[in-house]
């Protein structure tokens, strides 16, 4: 979730993620700066322009998010809200992430129930990382990542290796137990679904669960 700048001021400056970066977050501060956690954005601001206090910024801010902060835009007549970080991305999106979006639009979902039903907030991070993460297993096993380096075949000889895994939900979708491993010796794409397949039914059968759906 971003904390996206309005006025200032309800946003920490050093304790919410109001600052864009690859993913939303708090900023760094100077290592010879003297911090203030209850510190707001609308102190960092010159009250005559409503624009960002340079100076104040520059003493205070890691060089690396100088430019950053001087690059977010402010809001003085609104007051500040929290939106979805990967909302304010303008940046191409990798194949993975094409491929992974049914999972992503799914952990959004569970995520805003979590925000919204249990006052979690999940990061943004870690929501892309999980549907990645599910996508990519589901993708590997059924043949649709062929280009990807983590399902390319590795030869050595006659030998041919094969990755797999598996993902064990409830019926909430909470991750219960989940594996991966690789598979040598291996004849063909549907001889190694069989070996997956083969695989995780055992790892069901070793965890003693019943009712389950692959």
């Not at 954005?41 to 520059?58: I, P, T, Y």
């Amino acid at each position: 979730m971003l904390n996206k700048v309005g006025d200032g001021r309800n946003t920490k400056v050093w304790l919410n993620n109001w600052l864009m970066d690859v993913f939303p977050r708090a900023p760094h501060y100077r290592k010879d700066a003297v911090i203030d956690l209850t510190m707001t954005v609308n102190e960092l601001l010159d009250q005559h322009s409503n624009s960002w206090n340079v100076n104040l910024v520059r003493q205070l801010f890691s060089d690396e998010d100088i430019d950053l902060v001087l690059n977010t835009k402010i809001l003085p007549s609104r007051t500040d809200s929290i939106v979805w970080g990967l909302s304010n991305q303008k940046q191409s999106i990798g194949s993975s992430v094409r491929l992974s979006f049914p999972w992503l639009l799914w952990q959004i979902c569970k995520a805003r129930n979590k925000f919204c039903f249990e006052q979690i907030n999940p990061l943004a991070c870690d929501i892309v990382s999980k549907a990645r993460e599910e996508a990519t297993i589901w993708l590997n096993l059924h043949g649709n990542l062929q280009k990807s380096p983590h399902v390319l075949p590795i030869v050595s000889g006659s030998e041919r290796k094969y990755g797999a895994g598996w993902i064990i939900h409830n019926s909430v979708g909470k991750v219960l137990f989940h594996s991966r491993r690789s598979f040598s010796g291996v004849r063909s794409p549907a001889h190694a679904g069989l070996l997956a397949i083969t695989w995780a039914t055992t790892a069901v059968k070793e965890h003693k669960l019943r009712n389950v759906q692959f």
